[in-house]
T-cell receptor, first 113, second 108 residues
């Protein structure tokens, strides 16, 4: 399975600032996904990122708030913009392999003060 | 709308006892179901998926389309099974919809 490195592993940020989370994969993958896990909640898909095209956002998530880059087949970034305390969550990236299986990064634990 | 329901947030059983983690789904198409597990301080990882029909770490799960269920079972629980378990439904373009998760605790 793919090895996924996600950075930073955690951060504490001030309200109104932005944080960019990086996801690096050790092999080329077509589809990458970004999820959010709010405290005590399950994982919710933010967007799907394919190389060479704009990310596809799920209902309730917009590009201005969560811009995503996918410059190549091994890397993606998610930015959480103009943060508020409600953005405090764990953010995870995942990649798809073997047609249907998703493998996850370790996550970024974000706290917004 | 596609939905995955795990009715138990917490489940506690004794070592050696049978375990069943419930999962129900709603989906209009042909479902693809998964169980993911997250052990303490580890990342989320795939435990098993319905199309493989295999047993992993003694766990099995059978897709019951009539009851729209995909319950996870193990006949004899072990302490190392203590973890957070998520049932997930695969949709088009391989998007996953996750249930709320069940925290399983195995008591010695």
């Amino acid at each position: 399975s793919a090895v996924i490195s996600q950075k930073p592993s955690r951060d504490i940020c001030q309200r109104g600032t932005s944080l960019t989370i990086q996801c690096q994969v050790d092999s080329q993958v077509t589809m990458m996904f970004w999820y959010r896990q709010q405290p005590g909640q399950s994982l919710t898909l933010i967007a799907t990122a394919n190389q060479g095209s704009e990310a596809t956002y799920e209902s309730g998530f917009v590009i201005d708030k969560f811009p995503i880059s996918r410059p190549n087949l091994t890397f993606s970034t998610l930015t959480v913009s103009n943060m508020s305390p409600e953005d405090s969550s764990i953010y995870l990236c995942s990649v798809e392999e073997e047609g249907t299986i998703q493998y996850f990064g370790a996550g970024t634990r974000l706290s917004v003060l | 709308a596609q939905r995955v329901t795990q009715p138990e947030k917490l489940l506690s059983v004794f070592k050696g006892a049978p375990v069943e983690l419930k999962c129900n789904y709603s989906y209009s198409g042909s479902p693809e179901l998964f169980w993911y597990v997250q052990y303490s301080r580890q990342r989320l990882q795939l435990l098993l998926r319905h199309i493989s029909r295999e047993s992993i770490k003694g766990f099995t799960a059978d897709l019951n389309k009539g009851e729209t269920s995909f319950h996870l079972k193990k006949p004899f629980a072990q302490e190392e099974d203590s973890a957070m378990y998520y049932c997930a439904l695969g949709q088009g373009a391989q998007k996953l919809v996750f249930g709320q998760g069940t925290r399983l605790t195995i008591n010695p």
